[in-house]
């Protein structure tokens, strides 16, 4: 079995919702990624996450999936044909449940896809 990587586009306004989503995804065979905001620095609450902390501006891990706000990054990625998770940068405005369904949903078909197994 292949190993799944999930790359999550920090943001300071989504840090607890990205705290909260990679604890959710304890239990799923997943490597994450943390890549912060350029112009803003994470919170010692990211850094003491059990993802990969990217450091460096210039560092864009490879990654099965984005977790992310509607960033450039996003389309970065997608020109890779690296799907994305989006939610709102506003926290209030995003329901977690269903955030965490999608990503899950997309996990599981991802890696039936990855692992060669048909849909």
Same mark, same amino acid.
């Given at each position: 079995k292949k190993e799944f990587s999930i790359l999550f586009v920090g943001h300071s306004l989504c840090e607890q919702l990205h705290i909260n989503l990679l604890r959710s995804l304890g239990s799923e065979p997943v490597f994450s990624f943390y890549k912060p905001h350029p112009t803003s620095p994470p919170s010692n609450d990211v850094i003491n996450q059990s993802w990969f902390l990217i450091q460096g501006r210039?560092?864009?891990? $490879?990654?099965?999936?984005?977790?992310?706000? $509607?960033s450039t990054l996003v389309d970065e990625y997608a020109s890779l044909g690296i799907p994305a998770v989006l939610h709102s940068l506003n926290e209030s405005e995003v329901d977690r449940s269903l955030l965490l369904q999608r990503i899950l949903s997309a996990i599981n078909s991802l890696m039936r896809e990855k692992n060669g197994i048909a849909k």
């Open positions: 210039d560092v864009f891990p $490879p990654a099965d999936l984005l977790i992310s706000y $509607p």
